[in-house]
């Protein structure tokens, strides 16, 4: 924990000096056992969102990720984890189960990979099946800005969301958990129309 302060501490100074960075929303912020999903524009949007969510954060990251290292690391010591995303890895999946009952925030990118606009076709059903089967809330989070040196970054921390109000009567299977899955899209690319 002092390793994740700490380097949260370090990136946040890093942000605030390159760029224009606004956050709303942080007393919506999950204290514990929730959720974290966010658009996925850049590398750095794990590291800007941790550095300005209230509370840890432990992060799905692509298995690639953790090919080198050093940076492989600093991934565990701040808690993330790996996964396969070109097949259902089911390490994974079990692996941010166990977090979320444990009371660990869990970070996941529900569109998979880094798209610059929203496409729905994109969006994965994992997030709807962890929200569902572990009934946790979901922190739905916004960034804004392209992460151009002294561009304005903003961060925006939406109320936290109940997976099974996002249902609309469907209540199993695939097609409930892609439905929350877009829900939870719908709420994140709300502030940005």
């Known amino acids: 924990m002092g390793f994740y302060k700490g380097v949260g ?8 000096l390159f760029y224009r960075v606004e956050i709303q929303g942080r007393e919506n912020a999950l204290e514990t056992g929730g959720l974290v999903c966010a658009n996925h524009i850049s590398a750095w949007d794990p590291l800007f969102i941790s550095s300005f969510y209230p509370h840890p954060i432990s992060w799905m990251a ?13 991934l565990d010591h701040l808690g993330s984890f790996p996964v396969e995303r070109d097949k259902n ?6 692996k941010a ?7 660990n ?21 994992g997030v709807g099946l962890l929200a569902l089967k572990t009934e946790s809330f979901v922190s739905p989070v916004s960034i804004q ?13 939406h109320p936290p969301l109940d997976a099974h109000k996002l249902l609309e009567g469907k209540t199993k299977g695939q ?17 940005m129309e």
């Open 175 to 191: 097609e409930s958990y892609q439905m929350v899955a877009q829900g939870i899209m719908d709420k994140i690319y709300q502030s």
């Open 89 to 94: 890895d089911l390490g994974a999946l079990k």
């Open 145 to 157: 800005g392209n992460y151009r040196l002294f561009s304005k970054l903003k961060l925006v921390i």
């Open 9 to 16: 501490a370090f990136l946040r100074v890093f942000f605030q």
């Open 62 to 74: 692509k298995k690639e990720l953790f090919k080198n290292k050093f940076l492989a690391k600093i």
């Open 97 to 103: 189960i166990r977090l979320l009952k444990k009371g």
């Open 105 to 125: 925030n869990v970070g996941i990118f529900p569109e998979g990979t880094r798209v610059k606009e929203r496409d729905d076709k994109m969006v994965k059903p």
